[in-house]
């Protein structure tokens, strides 16, 4: 297929696009909308930014003549500085897929969608189905939040006792089990994310990076290997970091030849986005304000509104703590 029918396709295909759908970049994850669409460009605008931006046809003609040349797979890496939402848009059309974790471009026979396409980011959510999901944290927080609205803990020495330890004990179950689901998560993201190339979410971001750590092998290890390197035993008589540190300095010995070391991956966060979710949140308790009054299930009723009032405490209460404790540092 030529280039100019490809080109006349996918604007077809993003014209079709609902007007609140949000695409993202492969990469960095940044989030953006098509403003427009023109004969020879289209016009985006990233969340963040107030700023229209141009993707001209010509920079798809390129993009779509690498990926030909690469065999119909191209490496996302590859792509220039800024050029990361030519390939999102390019995945809008049927026969070009986006890998996120593999970081690629392919052309294909197949018919795909694409993974970078959120239609639904604009919707209200107070019409979707909401499930309770089955994950240990989510009940401690149910149970946390109920308890936090029926006690006041401004001044926590006036609280009862049998309260606080009520809510000592929720506060380390939430923490117990909220760290288990996210090591969980960051298993799975440690497939997705590539070194020094940060993602974005709505509140936030992460990175992967990597962690070194170290130890001294046996005692004998160390002592044979330093006195054949010329360092007396009896200046290790008792072997410790320090003196093996000194130690390695006037030798060339390797660090691996006395320590053990051990490099492991793992995500780090990157940043948080205090305003938007102070935004999220008010956006929810507006949601709760309108809904005020209305005939319902009266159950169904109280079990919404507890859902989104856990989302709002807890959105809130993370962000408020990460803001104190980044202060104080």
Request: proline fraction near 4%.
């Amino acid at each position: 297929m030529t280039f100019d029918s490809t080109w006349h396709n996918l604007l077809d295909n993003i014209e079709e696009l609902p007007s609140d759908a949000t695409l993202v970049t492969p990469l960095s994850r940044k989030a953006f909308h098509v403003e427009d669409v023109q004969e020879h460009r289209v016009l985006i605008e990233y969340r963040d930014d107030d700023e229209t931006i141009p993707l001209q046809r010509d920079q798809f003609r390129t993009l779509h003549q690498r990926i030909q040349d690469s065999r119909g797979e191209f490496d996302l890496d590859r792509l220039p500085p800024d050029a990361e939402p030519y390939a999102t848009v390019l995945s809008l059309h049927p026969r070009f897929e986006v890998d996120d974790r593999e970081g690629t471009l392919t052309e294909s026979e197949t018919p795909t969608g694409s993974p970078l396409v959120d239609a639904t980011e604009g919707t209200d959510d107070a019409d979707e189905e909401r499930e309770e999901p089955d994950v240990a944290v989510y009940s401690d927080a149910l149970l946390l939040i109920d308890a936090l609205e029926r006690h006041d803990v401004t001044t926590l020495e006036d609280t009862e006792t049998p309260v606080l330890v009520n809510l000592y004990t929720l506060l380390s179950d939430v923490q117990r089990n909220a760290n288990d689901f996210r090591k969980d998560i960051r298993s799975v993201l440690l497939d997705r994310l590539h070194h020094d190339q940060p993602v974005s979410g709505q509140f936030g971001s992460v990175q992967r990076t990597s962690r070194r750590n170290r130890s001294l092998k046996d005692d004998e290890v160390v002592l044979n290997a330093f006195e054949a390197a010329g360092i007396d035993r009896e200046r290790l008589t008792t072997v410790d970091s320090s003196k093996v540190d000194d130690a390695l300095d006037v030798t060339e010995l390797s660090e691996r030849d006395v320590y053990e070391v051990e490099e492991s991956e793992y995500v780090r966060k990157a940043d948080v986005d205090e305003d938007e979710k102070e935004t999220r949140l008010q956006g929810l308790k507006d949601q709760l304000a309108a809904t005020e009054g209305e005939e319902a299930d009266e159950l169904r009723e109280e079990i919404e509104e507890l859902e989104e009032r856990i989302s709002e405490l807890t959105e809130f209460r993370t962000g408020r703590s990460f803001h104190e404790s980044a202060g104080g540092q």
